[in-house]
Nanobody
């Protein structure tokens, strides 16, 4: 299973950006997809996650109300719509996946995921 993230770039504070992550290859079925981010000198932080089968997406506290997780099952692609961006959102954003059936309380932990994309850099600066 390979994950290919795209859509990062430079955006001004208050602006928006949309990230995408495509799942390709392998015979493994993925059940849960997630976004994490890591800023320089900081721990990896949970951003959002959801199951391919549906249900409500889960969000990290720092992005609730500003970021939206969406998915296109037929294309095996997930998106992260990021609005009202601030410099504190500057980080490398990673998509992650697992074939396990995670319970909601475990979706926010990086150790829950088996597959990781290469990351895409988001820089929020004027």
């Amino acid at each position: 299973v390979q994950l290919q993230a795209s859509g990062g770039g430079l955006v001004q504070p208050g602006g928006s950006l949309r990230l995408s992550c495509a799942v390709t290859g392998g015979n493994s079925r993925t059940n849960v997809m997630a976004w994490f981010r890591q800023a320089p000198g900081k721990e990896r932080e949970f951003v959002a996650a959801n199951r391919w089968s549906g249900g409500s997406a889960r969000y990290g506290d720092s992005v609730k109300g500003r970021f939206t997780f969406s998915k296109e099952n037929a294309k095996k692609t997930i998106h992260l719509q990021m609005n009202s961006l601030t410099p504190e959102d500057t980080a490398v954003y990673y998509c992650a996946a697992t074939s396990r059936g995670l319970i909601v309380s475990t979706m926010g932990f990086a150790d829950s995921y088996d597959y990781w994309g290469q990351g895409t850099l988001v820089t929020v600066s004027s």
